[in-house]
């Protein structure tokens, strides 16, 4: 199948214009290249009015599949439309489907666009790290995660929510059950920063 490998989305809201960052799977060497989703000129009115609706199904759909690199509130959204799916027992392959079903109503697909935008468009403030039965998760590779017992600055390590989340999404469901791995937010109580060794009382539970 194949597919765009997406490096970066940029969604200019003035005029509501997209513009991807992406290669194509299947040629190689990998070249990216920066293009226009949907541009005025070349398509009718309605898929020009429905561009976020379009990104959205192409998103879902594995045509447009995220890389790494990708800004972390794009993989965030991604993520978490993915947990709502899974916790509201949604097929994404059918939901995909839906608008073909409804004569190319790409419409119909609006209100889990909306729960994929608040995702999207959510604002969480603090510091945020991965803690285990293992300890602190430091790093998270595609394959794998490095952990460390004990860190004396874990500050060093912590990371924006999504960022985090991203992270913890990232590490098989099998891994996080079997080693407890779970977010949390740094909290400091004592107003200086001198120390950076950081106790039970000072953490909270996020997940």
């Given at each position: ?110 209100p889990y666009y909306e729960v994929f935008k608040g995702y999207l468009e959510e604002k969480k403030e603090g510091k ?55 977010i949390k937010e740094l909290s400091l109580e004592k107003e200086n920063n001198d120390s950076l060794d950081i106790s ?8």
């Open positions: 199948m194949s597919y765009e490998i997406v490096k970066s989305i940029s969604h200019r809201k003035k005029d509501n214009k997209i513009f991807i960052t992406s290669a194509c799977n299947n040629v190689w060497p990998r070249s990216f290249s920066r293009w226009e989703f949907l541009p005025d000129g070349k398509y009718d009115e309605e898929k020009i009015k429905n561009r976020e609706l379009y990104l959205f199904h192409d998103i879902i759909g594995g045509s447009l599949q995220l890389s790494g690199s990708v800004n972390e509130k794009w993989r965030y959204a991604e993520n978490k439309f993915y947990e709502y799916c899974k916790d509201n027992n949604i097929s994404t392959s059918d939901l995909w489907d839906l608008p073909y079903q409804e004569g190319n109503n790409i419409e119909i697909l609006k945020y790290y991965l803690n285990s039965s293992l300890g602190y998760i430091l790093k998270v590779n595609k394959n794998n995660f490095e952990y460390s017992p004990y860190v004396p600055n874990i500050d060093k390590y912590c990371k924006n929510f999504k960022k985090i989340y991203n992270d913890f999404s990232n590490i098989t469901k099998e891994n996080r059950e079997r080693f407890n791995i779970e039970k009382e000072d953490m909270e539970l996020i997940i």
